[in-house]
T-cell receptor, first 116, second 114 residues
Framework: AQSVTQPDIHITVSEGASLELRCNYS??????LFWYVQSPGQGLQLLLK??????LVQGIKGFEAEFKRSQSSFNLRKPSVHWSDAAEYFC??????????????FGTGTLLAVQP | EPEVTQTPSHQVTQMGQEVILRCVPI?????FYWYRQILGQKVEFLVS????????KSEIFDDQFSVERPDGSNFTLKIRSTKLEDSAMYFC????????????FGQGTRLTVV
């Protein structure tokens, strides 16, 4: 069955430190992968997506993610975290009928706290 | 920047009552979705909608739920006879197509059933 696993429920990093949020997926076909961010009281904002091609994708706010088929992973990274990055981060795979990309299966999310 | 708008932001209803959650998708989008997030749990797909029909629905989306695009701009989720376990954040989303495009999400409606 299709699934997304985010092993880290809660991560705390210092401002200016690097960040890596882990995501593993289980999906039979070529995955369409997404990272969304949810700030308190806000909706889900797309950070970046992977459909095909270059396995390192760049997103908004200085985030990037790398698709590794051999590891079934799509980890999110940022070289230097800002206090405004504190939020909850969701990895998702598009798993609709006929390859539709926007029936999304979400992971449980990783809550990021940023220390001054 | 175009955005998906949901109203109300918070709704409290008594168990057994019907509620309608409203969404205005991005104007040139053709595909519409509802998701929900029970507190402390993951975001779950409920239903996708295209050309005035449901294209796909999850096992959560039973006869208690219905969706409608009543007037060409709004997209609604109706929950009949609400239960305590329907308390959740409900997100509407829309997309231009269903292949190789992302969905844009609204800010959500927090439904509390008492």
């Amino acid at each position: 069955a299709q699934s997304v696993t985010q092993p880290d429920i809660h991560i705390t990093v210092s401002e200016g430190a690097s960040l890596e949020l882990r995501c593993n997926y289980s999906y039979g076909a070529t995955p369409y992968l997404f990272w969304y961010v949810q700030s308190p009281g806000q909706g889900l904002q797309l950070l970046l997506k992977y459909f095909s091609g270059d396995t390192l994708v760049q997103g908004i706010k200085g985030f990037e993610a790398e698709f590794k088929r051999s590891q079934s992973s799509f980890n999110l990274r940022k070289p230097s975290v800002h206090w405004s990055d504190a939020a909850e981060y969701f990895c998702a795979v598009g798993a609709g009928i006929g390859g539709a990309t926007n029936k999304l299966i979400f992971g449980t999310g990783t809550l990021l706290a940023v220390q001054p | 920047e175009p955005e998906v708008t949901q109203t109300p932001s918070h709704q409290v209803t008594q168990m057994g009552q019907e509620v309608i959650l409203r969404c205005v998708p991005i104007s040139n989008h053709l595909y519409f979705y509802w998701y929900r997030q029970i507190l402390g749990q993951k975001v779950e797909f409920l239903v996708s909608f295209y050309n005035n029909e449901i294209s796909e629905k999850s096992e959560i989306f039973d006869d208690q739920f219905s969706v409608e695009r009543p007037d060409g701009s709004n997209f609604t989720l109706k929950i009949r006879s609400t239960k305590l376990e329907d308390s959740a954040m409900y997100f509407c989303a829309s997309s231009e197509s269903q292949i190789r495009t992302e969905a844009f999400f609204g800010q959500g409606t927090r439904l509390t059933v008492v």
